[in-house]
């Protein structure tokens, strides 16, 4: 019987440690709060295309579709890990490759 992860195309999971850690260190935050696909996807790339290989932006979401859709739509762009506050509020990292 296959798993969750064989069915979906999730990004790794940070734990909250790593993911405090890292955005103090992100180059670009982008406030999704309330906004749905394709917006935040749409977002992301513009936001790629002004940083430099090995920065990282950041989307905080509300939205958990984005957790799944950004990092797909930014494709080879980044390298994508996802954080999952436990109450609703989403973070994910996006690294310039």
Same mark, same amino acid.
């Given at each position: 019987?296959?798993?969750?992860?064989? %069915?979906? &195309?999730? $990004? *790794?999971? =940070?734990? &909250?440690?790593?993911?405090?850690?890292?955005?103090?260190?992100?180059?670009?935050? /982008? @406030?999704?709060?309330?906004?749905?696909? $394709?917006? $935040?996807?749409?977002?992301? #790339? #513009?936001? =790629?295309?002004?940083? @430099?290989?090995? &920065? +990282? =932006?950041? /989307?905080?979401? *509300?939205? %958990?579709?984005?957790?799944?859709?950004? $990092?797909?739509?930014?494709? *080879?762009?980044?390298?994508?890990?996802?954080?999952?506050?436990? *109450?609703?509020?989403?973070?994910?990292? +996006?690294? #310039?490759?």
């Amino acid at each position: 019987m296959p798993s969750i992860d064989d %069915v979906t &195309d999730a $990004p *790794d999971e =940070l734990s &909250d440690e790593e993911a405090q850690s890292l955005f103090e260190q992100a180059d670009e935050v /982008q @406030d999704m709060m309330g906004e749905v696909c $394709p917006y $935040p996807q749409v977002e992301a #790339k #513009k936001g =790629l295309q002004n940083l @430099d290989e090995g &920065d +990282l =932006l950041v /989307q905080e979401t *509300d939205h %958990v579709p984005c957790t799944e859709n950004v $990092p797909r739509a930014v494709g *080879d762009d980044a390298d994508a890990r996802v954080w999952r506050s436990g *109450d609703g509020v989403y973070r994910i990292y +996006l690294e #310039k490759r």
